[in-house]
């Protein structure tokens, strides 16, 4: 006697969705045999090289937050990428200094911020940051430089208050020698990002929030690759000489 299949709906009906636009997308387009085979090769490639996650951050991530939170309260959420790491040093002092290279270079950066809920404020919210280097690369990742440089966990003060200090991120191309490269040159596009900052947030009876910070002025803001852009993630660069500053506040929606 066989075991009985437990159904999950939640599965079927979005297999079904999909199905059903799928089948209006191949109307519309009439693909002939020759382009599918091409498609499943390119695909094949996609899965082979591990680029399925870069792939799906770049161009899919971007289009599933817009359709969920596009009319909801609250900071808009941004791409999680696919450079974030579990187990960032906590920061205990504020402000908060991201871990860094002695003479790390780049722009030196003063960042302050505030995290509210759309019910009022929040104190003592848990954020983690994490950002690329003066040379555009990630710690962990494509970096040279020592394991979670330029990442750091902390938590806002009582009145949901943070500062940090780190240096300015720079623009940067997302990998191209693979598959995502093949169809991003071949789709007519650009490889590049504009400069950002990741920042997560984490509160008891509130959603995650992960989103990025963009700067006023950045070349690629009209044409970020990713399409990880809001208008409501813009904050402006002051130079200070030394230095320079920007800020911005954020909104958790509660569960």
Avoid: C
């Avoid at 109307?27 to 499943?40: G, L, S």
């Avoid at 596009?70 to 187990?87: A, M």
């Avoid at 009209?222 to 909104?251: I, P, Q």
């Amino acid at each position: 006697m066989t075991e009985k299949t437990v159904v999950n709906e939640r599965v079927l009906g979005a297999y079904e969705g999909f199905v059903k636009h799928l089948k209006n997308f191949l109307d519309e387009q009439q693909f002939n045999h020759e382009e599918y085979t091409k498609f499943v090769e390119w695909a094949d490639r996609l899965g082979r090289s591990g680029e399925i996650p870069l792939f799906l951050d770049v161009f899919v991530e971007t289009h599933v937050l817009e359709s969920k939170y596009k009319d909801s309260p609250g900071t808009e959420p941004s791409l999680l990428g696919p450079y974030y790491e579990e187990g960032a040093p906590v920061l205990e002092e504020s402000p908060f200094v991201m871990p860094q290279r002695e003479d790390e270079p780049g722009d030196k950066l003063t960042f302050r911020g505030n995290v509210s809920s759309i019910n009022g404020p929040l104190a003592k919210t848990k954020v983690e940051w994490w950002q690329d280097d003066a040379d555009g690369l990630y710690s962990n990742y494509d970096s040279t430089a020592p394991d979670f440089n330029l990442r750091g966990q902390f938590h806002t003060d009582e009145n949901g208050d943070f500062e940090v200090h780190s240096i300015v991120p720079i623009p940067y191309q997302i990998p191209t020698s693979g598959p995502t490269g093949e169809f991003t040159f071949a789709a007519g596009y650009h490889a590049y990002r504009p400069a950002h900052i990741h920042i997560k947030f984490e509160h008891e009876g509130h959603e995650t929030l992960i989103t990025q910070v963009f700067f006023e002025g950045d070349e690629w803001l009209e044409t970020d690759v990713a399409g990880g852009v809001r208008s409501s993630l813009l904050t402006k660069l002051e130079d200070h000489g030394d230095h320079k500053e920007a800020s911005l506040n954020f909104v958790m929606r509660t569960e």
